[in-house]
């Protein structure tokens, strides 16, 4: 299925996920997925000027990303895109929420929009 594709509350499995940071994912099929609810540290260097970022590990977040990932299957649910064309969704590895799991790993924090975690 092509990316465009994905429309709102859309679910979809993510077929060989890959950690692009500590909220972003790769899925075969779909492109970049940008987890709803959570802000991560970001890679060395990729911080705008001027831009507020996330402190923390950019690397130790994308591993922690990565670990999770393997739990699989990846599971997503679609809610539109971002600025940037990524597709915003809830995704959860393993049954285990991503989201919540980088709040819990102190991996990420609460941004953007508000998400529960049980």
Same mark, same amino acid.
């Given at each position: 299925?092509?990316?465009?594709? %994905? %429309?709102?509350?859309?679910?979809?499995?993510?077929?060989?996920?890959?950690?692009?940071?500590?909220?972003?994912? @790769?899925? @075969?099929?779909?492109?970049?997925?940008?987890?709803?609810? %959570? &802000?991560?540290?970001?890679?060395?260097?990729?911080?705008?000027?001027?831009?507020?970022?996330?402190?923390? &590990?950019?690397?130790?977040? @994308?591993?922690?990303?990565?670990?999770?990932?393997?739990?699989?299957?990846?599971?997503?649910?679609?809610?539109?895109?971002?600025?940037?064309?990524?597709?915003?969704?809830?995704?959860?590895?393993?049954?285990? &929420?991503?989201?919540?799991?980088?709040?819990?790993?102190?991996?990420?924090?609460?941004?953007?929009?508000? %998400?529960?975690?049980?």
């Amino acid at each position: 299925m092509p990316a465009g594709s %994905i %429309i709102a509350a859309a679910a979809f499995m993510c077929a060989s996920p890959v950690a692009v940071d500590g909220n972003t994912l @790769r899925c @075969r099929g779909f492109g970049l997925v940008r987890l709803i609810g %959570i &802000d991560a540290p970001e890679m060395p260097g990729h911080c705008r000027a001027g831009r507020i970022c996330t402190p923390g &590990d950019g690397r130790a977040a @994308r591993a922690t990303m990565a670990r999770l990932l393997k739990a699989g299957p990846v599971t997503c649910t679609a809610s539109g895109r971002d600025a940037y064309g990524r597709i915003l969704a809830r995704c959860s590895s393993g049954g285990r &929420d991503l989201s919540c799991a980088m709040l819990a790993q102190r991996q990420a924090v609460r941004r953007y929009s508000v %998400i529960f975690c049980w």
